[in-house]
């Protein structure tokens, strides 16, 4: 990695001057952002965090980087030092710059950044990851898509770092709605539209007997029919299944135009037998409290004075199914199934942030059951959109959004001016439209809810998915015209323009992007390095003409873009878009 070589160059010279080993020091040597007021340094090194004194006074700390960077000189890579605000700042020789970074792109490919040596003292795990996990019969919310998009990014991350990664879908595919489900189908159902659009008619049937349901009697049928499936009723259960089985199939479809795949589909429905073991195991660690009406509660408070508590079992003696947020007998064996199958070293949820109570819940009860690696379950949780709402209305089905960001996506196009013929318009539309709404909802902070906008998402100038793809293809269309071959030998000396300096000074820090977000999981760093990524390209190839320059002048200029559009396109592929080649 380009960046790791200059940084072991000034870490070893730092070393001998302030007596630490070269490996302390590199963490705290940090590839400069690129600015507006350009020429800055390369790299810098904070002074508080070499003498990890970073209560004393700003003036002590600017005086210290004035004595270090006197001490210090310059030599084949460092080509200028000088002191900042409590910072050594480090300029490296412009042509090695130019060199080493693009070499090192062309020669990493898709593994750039990965293969820095920030990530060699983080082990390689074993991840189970699970997302998305919808409701059968209920809507497919937005909140799934967050889900979804989320646990996507998170996996592609980790796999790409090296680590091993499980992708689990928990459905919500078990409970009394099936009660319900089941004598609604028996009503209403029709066989024809189960298979050809399971979710659409599972739903509208749920939502004709939920009307019903206020009538005693559909309430019986309900009750008796959840009772035969508990009791494993042949055809009941038969059923049952058929609603699951087609409800996955078309997930899978859907899932498959996201670019989602998962390892596992498993559900409530698995752990029905599990979480009466689980029931006893509590009652057994003497963890299991009744309460006067019978219901099954776990203390969870310090005091032990019931402060805080958990219910584990409804008072008729059935695990809780109600809802997803109280059912955590079912959760707690599906942890448990999970670490005797996959002994995984992190377990990630990713749900909305209204379930972070049941979560914290969940990994408290584990810890008093003895499970130590509950200290290892992450709960990342997300805010909630609002807004969204697709010509037909509310949006129900996560295919009507999928539908409506493609067809004004296809709009859009044919209405732009600068749109080729496109060999295939309505993939493109579909992987341009999946950009726009992965990088609206990725650019904050997961925790924050925001509101969505069509408009603002498709916008195809300013911080957007779509701006992103249109500088891919614009990159690519650039490489194509002169040729495509793999440039191997750059003259470096044609590439000190600020506007080429300010490209590789970015590419420099790609490493330190990856590593931030591999430690917070929070993608916007990388989305927000590739918008300025695609900024910045974009100026460069106004100014750097790449067409009617002397040969050697537009090798250097084409090599220079190439690695750009590789960049890019391996920042895009982790955050879950497919880049396209036109546009």
Sequence with gaps: MAACSFRRSIASQLSKILDLPPESLIQSISA????????????????????????????????????LAEKLKCDAVVSGISA?????????????????????????????????????????????????????????????????????????LKIALGHEVTRINYLGDWGMQFGLLGVGFQCFGNKEKLESSPLQHLFEVYVQINKAAKDENTKKLAKDFFRKLEERDEQTL?????????????????YKRLGVHFDEYSGESFYQEKSQEVLKMLED?????????????VDLSEEKDLSSFSTVMRSDGTS?????????????????????????????????KSQSNHFQHLFQILKLMGYDWAERCQHVSFG???????????????????????????????????????EDPIETAEKVGLAALIIQDFRGLLSSDYQFSWDRALQSRGDTGVFLQYTHARLHSLEQMHGNEQVTE??????????????????LRYDEVLYRSSQDLQPKHIVSYLLTLSHLAAVAHKTLPVKGSAPELAQARLCLFQAARLVLANGMKLLGITPVTQM
């Design 238 to 254: 038969s059923l049952w299944k058929q609603f699951r089985d087609f409800s996955i199939k078309e997930y899978i479809r859907i």
């Design 32 to 67: 400069v952002p690129v600015s507006k007021k350009r020429h800055v340094a390369d790299f810098q090194l904070s002074i508080s965090s070499v003498t990890g004194d970073s209560a004393s006074n700003h003036l002590a700390q600017d005086l210290q980087a004035q004595k």
């Design 490 to 507: 750059v003259n470096a000396a044609c590439l000190q323009e600020p506007d080429a300096i300010s490209v590789l000074q970015h590419l």
């Design 384 to 422: 909630l959109v609002q807004g969204m709402k697709t010509r037909r209305g509310e949006v129900i089905f996560l295919e009507d959004v999928l539908n409506e960001v493609r067809s004004r996506m296809l709009q859009n196009m044919a209405s732009a001016k600068t749109t080729k013929e496109i």
């Design 84 to 156: 900042g605000p409590g910072t050594v700042n480090f300029t490296i020789n412009r042509e090695l710059l130019a060199k080493t970074v693009l070499q090192q792109v062309l020669k990493d490919g898709s593994e750039y950044g990965v293969k820095s040596e920030l990530f060699s003292a983080v082990p390689r795990q074993k991840a189970v990851i699970e997302f998305s996990s919808p409701n059968i019969a209920k809507k497919f919310h937005i909140g799934h898509l967050r889900s979804t998009i989320i646990g996507n990014f998170i996996a592609n």
């Design 285 to 297: 660690k003497g963890l299991l409290q009744k309460t006067t009406e019978g219901t099954g509660i």
């Design 320 to 352: 809780l199914y109600i809802t997803r947020q109280v059912s955590p007998s079912v959760d707690l064996a599906a942890a448990i199934d999970r670490m005797n199958k996959h002994s995984w070293d992190t377990m990630i949820y990713v749900t909305d």
